[in-house]
């Protein structure tokens, strides 16, 4: 018999499963991965940004092997005990069997697929929203009492 605790499952979910909720799902991999299956999904997939691939790949993490999935893959296939939106496009047009999840969170991030400039200043952008992306994680797993598992 393990000691270890059964882990919870965490859905993270935006418009495009292309950056915001891979970037999330990365970091909570990152961070708690021995706490939670951690999955993402968007409204309408659009593959993964190659920008989200980059800005991860600075800090070390890798999601270029990361699937863009539909949330709809997951409906009556998968029971997760956290789902958060990480858009109000996906907060607004999710099915609601998703928002309706035990515990169900919203953390609204800006698109950074939207912001134009050069491929520096894009880069820099995926970077703030990562960054942001992963202060919310944090600040939730210490909220929890989660120690996270790396630094």
């Known amino acids: 018999m393990s000691d270890q605790p059964p882990k919870g499952k965490f859905l993270f979910i935006c418009t495009g499963n292309s950056a915001r909720s891979q970037m999330a799902e990365g970091l909570m991999r990152h961070h708690a991965g021995d706490y939670f299956q951690v999955h993402s999904a968007g409204v309408t997939p659009k593959g993964v940004n190659p920008y989200a691939i980059?800005?991860?790949?600075?800090?070390?993490?890798?999601?270029?092997?990361?699937?863009?999935?539909?949330?709809?893959?997951?409906?009556?296939?998968?029971?997760?005990?956290?789902?958060?939106?990480?858009?109000?496009?996906?907060?607004?047009?999710?099915?609601?069997?998703?928002?309706?999840?035990?515990?169900?969170?919203?953390?609204?991030?800006?698109?950074?697929?939207?912001?134009?400039?050069?491929?520096?200043?894009?880069?820099?952008?995926?970077?703030?929203?990562?960054?942001?992306?992963?202060?919310?994680?944090?600040?939730?797993?210490?909220e929890q009492e989660i120690v996270t598992t790396a630094v």
């Open 54 to 142: 980059e800005a991860m790949n600075e800090r070390g993490i890798s999601i270029e092997g990361h699937s863009s999935d539909s949330v709809r893959d997951y409906l009556g296939h998968a029971h997760f005990g956290y789902v958060v939106t990480v858009c109000d496009h996906a907060e607004q047009s999710c099915p609601r069997v998703w928002l309706q999840a035990q515990n169900h969170m919203h953390w609204a991030f800006e698109d950074p697929a939207e912001f134009v400039g050069s491929h520096e200043e894009k880069l820099a952008k995926f970077g703030e929203i990562r960054d942001q992306i992963e202060a919310r994680i944090l600040a939730w797993l210490a």
